[in-house]
């Protein structure tokens, strides 16, 4: 009997867990902003929803200034530096909107894996264990 009470409160507990929010960060994947950028420009063209860039309060039309200590030239070069942040790191975006600049701090999320990957010239490789 009391084998099946406590195989009944083990099941129960189990079928109570919480399920996450959010899908854990994946600690060898890239960061993930959720932006779209007018082509050869720095200006944002759209904003994907439930994205970091959203919860942040990017919006379309800001124009990237700074992302961390990274001065842009080019959207490739924001994609690259944001490729060497881990989801979950935060990083500081600074943007002009209008005439004013604005800063906020974006919490990167997980590169969706429909995405292919950034460009990864400044970052290290995994190594295979299996050479």
Known sequence: MFELLAHLIVRVGIGLTPVPVDPP????????????????TLEIRGVEPNTPAEKAGLQPGDE????????????????????TFRPGSRLRV??????????????????????????IRNRELPVDDDD
Do not use: S
Request: aromatic share 6%; glycine share 12%.
């Open 94 to 119: 600074e943007v002009r909107r209008g005439d004013a600049t604005k800063t906020f701090t974006v919490r990167l999320g997980v590169r969706p894996a429909d995405l292919p990957p950034p460009p």
């Open 64 to 83: 990237i200034v700074k992302i961390g200590k990274l001065e842009p030239r080019t959207f490739e070069e924001v994609a690259e530096h944001i490729g």
């Open 25 to 40: 960060p994946d600690p060898l994947a890239w960061g993930y902003l959720g932006i779209r950028v007018e082509q050869g």
